[in-house]
């Protein structure tokens, strides 16, 4: 079950992320490093306030499914995760 704060997140992270849209439909942006860590960077941002609510991949990972980028695209799914996670982490001393 998806709760509201879920459902608010995947759309501030839908419109933060819009600019990678191109990037993601064609699959360049798995390809691209520089544009997956921004992007990546970009999203931590939004979660970093409540990542307590989002603290492993999978949990991740769900939330990015249900945005726009992600769906449909379990590859760019767990990658973005992996990079959130791990920008959290840092930002959270743990890395």
């Keep these: 079950m998806v709760s509201v704060l879920e459902k608010q997140l995947a759309l501030a992270l ?8 191109a990037k993601a439909a064609d699959g360049s942006l798995l ?7 921004a ?3 970009m999203a931590s941002e939004i979660i970093q306030p409540c990542c307590c609510m989002l603290c492993n991949k999978e949990k991740l990972a769900a939330l990015l499914s ?3 980028l992600c769906q449909g695209r379990a590859e760019l799914t767990q990658k973005m ?6 920008d959290l982490a840092r930002c959270n001393g743990l890395g």
């Design 14 to 21: 839908d419109r933060r992320l819009s600019v990678f849209g």
């Design 31 to 37: 390809k691209d490093e520089m544009f997956l860590r």
């Design 39 to 41: 992007a990546a960077y």
């Design 66 to 68: 249900g945005t726009k």
């Design 81 to 86: 995760a992996e990079l959130i996670y791990h």
